[in-house]
């Protein structure tokens, strides 16, 4: 369906691709992957006509309609969230009008010979729109804007009414309700929430059946709807058949089968240089030196990809604090309203944590996960019932509120260091390493910093303290694949207590040894990990 050849693409100084070819073929999953800065999002520009490539071809099948969601999603004014979403589809919604158009003109009475020509071109947009969709196109839309967590209630608000979180949902929407022949999705789980994940990921597997080329930070969410893999990096697309966990094990064999021959060259370029360095200057052997050379220069040399460094980070052991860590009976939480009521989120939850649980915490969008951890790290007061900390309790917090704190003058390092000023500088330089922050990047300030830095640089800070007992609303969000799996690998390590709030399956299920899931402000606790919670309420993980 689209196919890639010979394609270079240059960015200033930076070459992102040199002679790189792939090819989406129709109805196909492919998972787009390659580390920050790789050129991920420049090959979906590419592929859509955005931008074009400095040489090479891209092709593309006649007639074949392209979708592109993206992080930025643009100005949005002066419609509905609704009209929005249906705009995106304006050449169906024009064919719907000409249609409109020409039944007026048949019912005004023509000529045989005129409404012979008309009904023709009527059957002819007729089956147009009814194969684009048209004649369910607003219920279409309203599915989609349903399915991404915005209520038929709320899609007649002016879009501009909405946040840019929510915003992104309903730019995702737009794209969907187009049903390309090709789907080009761009990190479309950041700002949804666990249920939003999941209906688009049935969606995707279910509904939508044109190709799709995605990146995802959500392992998860990749492992579920792709089967192919294309690699970014090194100036050329690698493609794997397989899904995510797949291209990891590919990838790692055909690394060390690309490690063990070029050990073998190298090993034979110094036999061929010694002997043409032992003979140069011997007459005798000149035919054979000077074909020794020629051999040389004819051999494609092997070049080893840059392998990214991971250092890992020894956390000091946890303090030790008292068996019990948090006990609350009857909490309850009440929000006050601007028209001067309260919007009660929860009431009548009790519960216990014990020192060393990794509880997760789940619920629907709006059930009240951030609030009970905002509660239970002291950070709001409940409205009722009561909550107390064991002996020797030592408490840290996360959130995405705890960005917002950071101070913007200061570098990463320096940020760091105030944060541990008993740690040395070497200490603190690891532990940057193992929080991805190498070399020149702990001298970035903190307002040059993407989301996902930002929240890397404040749990560095927040897992170098020698805390027992970490709360963490939502840390996983922002960061990518490869930051996930070190905050995963850190909190693993980590020996004190854990409540944890996060969309990805894949931390809680690597994670979690207890699960309280809050339902209709009450709470329930589950005595094993997520998979045992899954099975005990009859979920499977493709409901959550």
Not at 110 to 124: F, I, K, N, P, V
Not at 127 to 146: I, K, M, N, P
Not at 451 to 477: M, Y
């Amino acid at each position: 369906m689209i196919h890639l050849s010979s394609i270079r693409r240059q960015h200033g100084q930076r070459l992102l691709f040199d002679n790189a070819s792939c090819q989406i073929p129709p109805n196909s999953r492919t998972g787009l992957v390659g580390p920050n800065g790789a050129g991920k999002s420049t090959l979906f520009r590419l592929i859509c006509g955005e931008e074009k490539p400095d040489s090479g071809e891209i092709g593309c099948a006649k007639g074949c309609v392209i979708g592109y969601f993206s992080q930025d999603v643009g100005d949005m004014a002066g419609r509905s969230a609704l009209a929005e979403v249906m705009a995106a589809c304006g050449d169906v919604v024009a064919l719907g009008e000409e249609l409109t158009r020409m039944e007026s003109r048949m019912a005004s009475g023509l000529e045989d010979d005129e409404l012979t020509a008309l009904l023709e071109r009527y059957g002819e947009a007729q089956h147009s729109f009814e194969q684009r969709g048209g004649y369910d196109l607003e219920a279409r839309a309203q599915a989609v804007l349903t399915g991404l967590g915005i209520a038929p209630q709320e899609q007649q608000r002016p879009v501009e009414s909405f946040s840019g979180g929510w915003k992104m949902r309903i730019a995702l929407a737009r794209i969907l309700t187009q049903n390309p022949d090709v789907l080009l999705l761009d990190e479309p789980t950041n700002h949804l929430d666990m249920e939003s994940i999941l209906w688009l990921e049935n969606w995707l597997r279910d509904d939508y059946k044109g190709a799709l080329l995605l990146t995802s930070h959500d392992r998860e969410f990749m492992n579920r709807l792709v089967n192919r893999i294309i690699e970014v990096g090194n100036g050329g697309l690698t493609t794997y058949s397989g899904d995510y966990d797949f291209y990891l094990r590919e990838r790692e064999i055909r690394r060390e089968q690309l490690q063990a021959s070029h050990r073998r060259q190298q090993e034979m370029l110094a036999k061929e240089e010694e002997f043409i360095a032992r003979f140069a200057a011997r007459a005798s052997h000149a035919a054979q030196v000077q074909s020794r050379v020629k051999k040389l220069e004819k051999i494609e040399r092997i070049v080893l990809p840059p392998e990214q460094k991971r250092l890992r980070f020894a956390f000091a052991e946890a303090p030790r604090s008292g068996d019990d860590v948090l006990a609350f009976t009857a909490l309850a939480k009440a929000w006050p309203q601007p028209e001067g009521t309260e919007k009660t989120v929860f009431s009548g939850v009790s519960g216990l944590v014990r020192r060393g649980d990794k509880v997760a915490v789940v619920g629907v969008n709006g059930a009240g996960k951030s609030t009970l951890l905002k509660v239970l790290a002291g950070q709001t007061a409940p409205s009722a019932g009561s909550c107390s900390q064991g002996a020797n309790v030592l408490c840290g917090y996360f959130s995405q509120h705890s960005m917002e704190l950071l101070d913007a003058s200061r570098t990463v390092f320096e940020t760091v260091q105030a944060a541990l000023p008993q740690l040395s500088v070497g200490v603190l330089r690891n532990l940057c390493a193992a929080f991805l922050f190498q070399g020149d990047e702990v001298d970035k300030r903190v307002d040059k910093l993407s989301g996902g830095e930002k929240a890397r640089l404040v749990l560095a800070t927040l897992l170098g303290q020698p805390l027992n007992l970490l709360i963490l609303d939502e840390p996983t969000n922002h960061l990518d694949i490869l930051a996930r799996e070190v905050l995963l690998e850190a909190l693993q390590g980590f020996s004190g207590t854990l409540l944890l709030v996060s969309h990805d399956r894949h931390v809680l299920r690597h994670l979690a040894n207890r699960v309280f899931e809050i339902d209709h402000g009450c709470l329930t606790a589950y005595e094993g990990n997520y998979d045992y919670y899954l099975e005990k309420t009859g979920r499977d993980h493709r409901q959550l």
